[in-house]
């Protein structure tokens, strides 16, 4: 099984509003960009910004698809339990 197989059987933890964007892109999206070294909100942004055509092109998203903001990062980071899931990956 790969990480985004992985993260795929993450539970949902968000409020069905803030879900606008896949639990696991932006799982994957703060994986990435901390492997990068864009550690917080607003360096995942910079990430997202920099390298988004990129990263839709090698995660077969639609090149419409929108990727996660500031905010996004932010609210997923204080409401995410890793322990709750990290015996997973």
Do not use: C
Request: glycine letters at 6%; charged letters at 20%; aromatic letters at 14%.
């Amino acid at each position: 099984m790969n990480l985004i197989e992985h993260l795929k059987q993450v539970p949902e933890f968000r409020a069905a509003r803030g879900q606008r964007h896949a639990l696991w892109l932006v799982l994957l999206l703060i994986i990435l960009g901390a492997m990068m070294g864009y550690w917080g909100y607003r360096p995942l942004a910079e990430f997202v910004e920099t390298y988004g055509e990129q990263l839709r092109r090698k995660l077969n998203l639609p090149q419409d698809t929108k990727l996660p903001s500031y905010s996004t990062f932010r609210r997923s980071y204080a409401a995410t339990r890793f322990s709750s899931f990290s015996h997973r990956l």
